[in-house]
């Protein structure tokens, strides 16, 4: 990679916002002081008649209508620039697939790996494939200047630069149900011997990763707001849930259940029915065959 050639998504953003905000403050301020200056100047009391008799200027009028074209070219030019950057991915860029659904995201690479966060290494590009499994979403990334739609049925895709390491918040930029809010996650940013490392840890648990049960869970949405590791999400943690007593209310009514293989089944499929104390009630309903939901059931039995 060539970081002299390399333009970021930030850098093709930030001047083109900055230099329109500059154009756009000197034409309020300037507008607003002329109009201040001619109705004090020209205020009725102070010029009761007409002096002028002049019906025209021709190097006004050629002045005012040049300039604002120019201007408007100006904006063009920087805009097109800025977003031909956005699109024109460079080569070396490293490819993650984002799924959105109701509502959660979920990334996939190309060595097989699933995470509900975007996990990148820093000072490399990312192309980011956008996929909707149900309705339009948008992939929205403040600290990267991104924000493309993710359409059902159409192919788009967004990329940027993590120019140093940290935490950025991803979100759902358009309405997509009751939930929406709900739909956030980040960009991990991590070093390169970092990220590497957590690749390799992440395709090591594969094996686990490759029960029908997990794959179900990936599949449908649910380890964007449940974890496995024990991590506070939308959703409470799938780690350990097996036995586990849960506070949950049903009917309006608090009460003490264990996490049973019933227990689990009506979750799943009345998800309303018992409302896990402390969580939102934002889990939508999901119609499996039996044996799916047996194959969910073994797995969560598992995590300990």
């Not at 970021?8 to 001047?15: G, L, N, V």
């Not at 002081?33 to 102070?46: E, G, P």
């Not at 309006?252 to 996490?259: D, E």
Request: proline share 6%; glycine share 8%; aromatic share 10%.
């Amino acid at each position: 990679m060539n970081p002299a050639r390399l333009m970021t998504t930030t850098e093709a953003i930030d001047p083109v916002f900055m230099f329109i905000f500059g154009a756009c403050l000197v034409l309020l301020i300037g507008i607003t002081a002329a109009m201040l200056y001619f109705v004090v100047r020209y205020h009725r009391s102070k010029a009761p008649e007409a002096t002028s008799k002049a019906e025209g200027n021709l190097w006004l009028e050629i002045i005012w209508t040049v300039l604002p074209t120019m201007l408007v070219l100006a904006m063009f030019y920087y805009g097109w620039s800025g977003y031909l950057t956005l699109r024109n991915v460079p080569e070396e860029a490293m490819e993650v697939t984002a799924t959105a659904r109701m509502w959660s995201w979920s990334f996939s690479y190309a060595n097989g790996v699933t995470s509900p966060k975007l996990y990148v290494p820093v000072g490399r590009p990312v192309r980011v494939n956008l996929v909707s499994q149900d309705v339009i979403h948008g992939f929205f990334l403040p600290a990267f200047r991104v924000k493309r739609d993710v359409v059902p049925g159409m192919k788009n895709h967004a990329w940027f630069v993590a120019s140093k390491a940290g935490s950025y918040d991803l979100f759902c930029s358009q309405y997509c149900g009751t939930s929406h809010s709900a739909m956030i996650s980040t960009v991990e940013a991590l070093p390169e011997a970092e990220f590497a490392a957590w690749m390799e840890h992440e395709k090591s648990g594969e094996e686990q990763k490759e029960h029908p049960g997990h794959e179900l869970l990936e599949k449908h949405g649910c380890l964007g707001c449940h974890s496995e590791d024990g991590s506070a999400r939308v959703g409470p943690t799938l780690k350990g849930i097996w036995g586990r007593s849960v506070t949950v209310e049903t009917n309006g009514a608090g009460r003490v259940v264990i996490a049973d293989e019933a227990y689990l089944r009506r979750s799943i499929l009345e998800p309303g029915a018992d409302l896990v104390k402390g969580f939102p009630p934002i889990m939508p309903p999901f119609t499996l065959k039996d044996d799916e939901l047996r194959a969910i059931v073994q797995y969560l039995r598992g995590l300990k």
